[in-house]
Nanobody
Framework: VQLQASGGGLVQAGGSLRLSCAAS????????MGWFRQAPGKEREFVTA????????YYADSVKGRFTISRDNAKNMVYLQMDSLKPEDTAVYYC?????????????????WGKGTLVTVSS
């Protein structure tokens, strides 16, 4: 599975951005998909994930109510809608795919990673 994230950029606090992730590979549709992020000087952390049906979604407490994950299996796309952005959301965001449920406590063992896209939120 290959992953390509896009949509990062500079936004003011309170603004919105939508990240996109294009997945390729014939089994991509069946994977859990999600997003991690890594802020400067910090460890990589879980943001959100979704199963292939879209029925199971879960979020980090820090983004719950502000971020929304979605996917379009027909297009092999995953999206991250980010609203009410805060300066502390500034990070490189990574799209991931995993054959089983994506863990929230560690990025270790995740099957596939895309190259990150930088999100900068100014105060």
């Amino acid at each position: 599975v290959q992953l390509q994230a896009s949509g990062g950029g500079l936004v003011q606090a309170g603004g919105s951005l939508r990240l996109s992730c294009a997945a390729s590979g014939r089994t991509a549709i069946s994977y859990f998909m999600g997003w991690f992020r890594q802020a400067p000087g910090k460890e990589r952390e879980f943001v959100t994930a979704m199963d292939w049906t879209g029925k199971i979604t879960y979020y980090a407490d820090s983004v719950k109510g502000r971020f929304t994950i979605s996917r379009d299996n027909a297009k092999n796309m995953v999206y991250l809608q980010m609203d009410s952005l805060k300066p502390e959301d500034t990070a490189v965001y990574y799209c991931v795919a995993h054959s089983i449920i994506i863990p929230t406590d560690t990025p270790r063992g995740i099957n596939y990673w895309g190259k990150g896209t930088l999100v900068t939120v100014s105060s």
